[in-house]
């Protein structure tokens, strides 16, 4: 079943003018990523009947979705302190750091489908208290950038799980795509961290 991977580059370094004023500056991004929002739901409906009759997903509906998440993806991740770089409005990805996939499979489930409103409940319940968690942590790296220019990698990586947990569960109430959201697992970075540079070996002395 396919899964939607997100995933972002860790820059220590921030920029605190940019951090300071991040809610105002995504305002118009907030706007367009609402309203496109509720047009994605829209077209959730019209799959569902879609998915409950035929057992399959359209792929013009699903692409129109995707591009919405895509879009949203940017957008949160910059809300959340992710990144510096202003995103794009639209389907241009422009110069944010980040990936996100997912890939389209036709075939789908009618059961689970047919009662996602029923089996995303448990997921829902769990990202409620992960997003409180991810406000708190949020507020805090808001601070700790403005005082000392950077982001603390463990608040940072908090705040990317949360958003992926976020996302995918997204996809899946918009059924976009089968694969249970769980919070912590399945997608593997896209920007790992860089290895460690190799030092010379020096053989040890022969022994006399």
């Known amino acids: 079943m396919s899964e939607l991977t997100y995933d972002v580059t860790y820059q220590e370094t921030r920029n605190r003018r940019t951090v300071a004023f991040r809610v105002?500056?995504?305002?118009?991004?907030?706007?367009?990523?609402?309203?496109?929002?509720?047009?994605?739901?829209?077209?959730?409906?019209?799959?569902?009947?879609?998915?409950?009759?035929?057992?399959?997903?359209?792929?013009?509906?699903w692409n129109l979705q995707q591009a919405y998440l895509a879009y949203y993806g940017r957008v949160m991740g910059y809300i959340s302190l992710l990144f510096d770089e202003y995103p794009a409005f639209g389907t241009d990805s422009g110069t944010v750091p980040v990936r996100s996939e997912i890939s389209f499979e036709e075939s789908a489930n009618r059961l689970t489908n047919g009662l996602r409103f029923l089996w995303i409940i448990p997921a829902a319940v769990i990202a409620i208290f992960v997003s409180?968690?991810?406000?708190?942590?949020?507020?805090?790296?808001?601070?700790?950038?403005?005082?000392?220019?950077?982001?603390?990698?463990?608040m940072w990586d908090f705040l990317?799980?949360?958003?992926?947990f976020s996302l995918q569960l997204q996809a899946y109430s918009l059924l976009m795509t089968d694969t249970y959201p769980k919070y912590g697992e399945?997608?593997?970075?896209?920007?790992?961290?860089?290895a460690p540079t190799p030092t010379s070996f020096v053989p040890p002395p022969a022994p006399s």
């Open 186 to 194: 399945g997608a593997v970075s896209a920007y790992p961290a860089p």
């Open 160 to 164: 990317l799980k949360a958003l992926r």
């Open 24 to 61: 105002i500056l995504a305002i118009p991004h907030l706007v367009v990523s609402t309203v496109w929002g509720y047009f994605a739901e829209i077209l959730a409906v019209v799959q569902w009947f879609i998915i409950v009759f035929t057992g399959r997903r359209n792929e013009a509906i």
């Open 132 to 154: 409180i968690a991810a406000v708190v942590v949020l507020i805090i790296s808001w601070f700790a950038i403005l005082v000392t220019g950077t982001h603390p990698r463990g």
